[in-house]
């Protein structure tokens, strides 16, 4: 009781020393410290795995579909493919769960890095080239999520 008490005085004494839109930004990185956000952390983490996944699966469904079968149905029928949808399915619900504990801002940057997942197992799986503009354009998107997360 008494520490809500000085937060509230503390809280009322830096309304009159700066103007809101100071204020708003230090609370908002004041409070990243908190509990809460180390549970967001874990969340993250959470979905930074279900894009991992998601490479895997992407990987899958570009074998199957290096793969020449003998009709058509056996194109959609076959373990790579069922098994890379189902990983779909599953980080679908894992995503669906864990935007219920982190800011809606961070899963499009966090969804991002399957990109670089991507092309780590395309060069390790499937032996495809690393190009220059492969490289480049993924060193963009860690950038991209490395000054969006500062």
Not at 12 to 25: G, H
Not at 27 to 32: A, H, I, K, L
Not at 45 to 67: H, N, R, Y
Not at 143 to 150: E, K, N, R, V
């Given at each position: 009781?008494?520490?809500?008490?000085?937060?509230?005085?503390s809280?009322?004494?830096?309304?009159?020393?700066?103007?809101?839109?100071?204020?708003?930004?230090f609370?908002?990185?004041?409070?990243?410290f908190?509990?809460?956000?180390?549970?967001?952390?874990?969340?993250?983490?959470?979905?930074?795995?279900?894009?991992?996944?998601?490479?895997?699966?992407?990987?899958?469904?570009?074998?199957?579909?290096?793969?020449?079968?003998?009709?058509?149905?056996?194109?959609?029928?076959?373990?790579?493919?069922?098994?890379?949808?189902?990983?779909?399915?599953?980080?679908?619900?894992?995503?669906?769960?864990?935007?219920?504990?982190?800011?809606?801002?961070?899963?499009?940057?966090?969804?991002?890095?399957?990109?670089?997942?991507?092309?780590?197992?395309?060069?390790?799986?499937?032996?495809?080239?690393m190009?220059?503009?492969?490289?480049?354009?993924?060193?963009?998107?860690i950038?991209?999520?490395?000054?969006?997360?500062?």
């Open positions: 009781m008494l520490s809500q008490i000085f937060y509230y005085k809280l009322l004494f830096l309304k009159k020393i700066f103007p809101y839109r100071i204020l708003s930004e609370w908002s990185y004041y409070s990243g908190g509990w809460c956000s180390v549970m967001n952390r874990a969340y993250m983490l959470l979905m930074l795995v279900g894009t991992f996944f998601s490479a895997i699966s992407q990987i899958l469904l570009k074998q199957s579909a290096e793969i020449k079968y003998k009709s058509w149905i056996f194109e959609y029928l076959n373990w790579r493919v069922i098994t890379a949808y189902g990983i779909f399915f599953g980080v679908l619900l894992l995503n669906t769960w864990c935007f219920t504990k982190v800011d809606m801002r961070f899963g499009p940057v966090i969804d991002t890095a399957v990109y670089s997942f991507v092309l780590i197992f395309s060069r390790l799986i499937l032996k495809e080239k190009t220059k503009g492969k490289i480049i354009g993924n060193l963009i998107i950038a991209g999520i490395i000054i969006y997360t500062l």
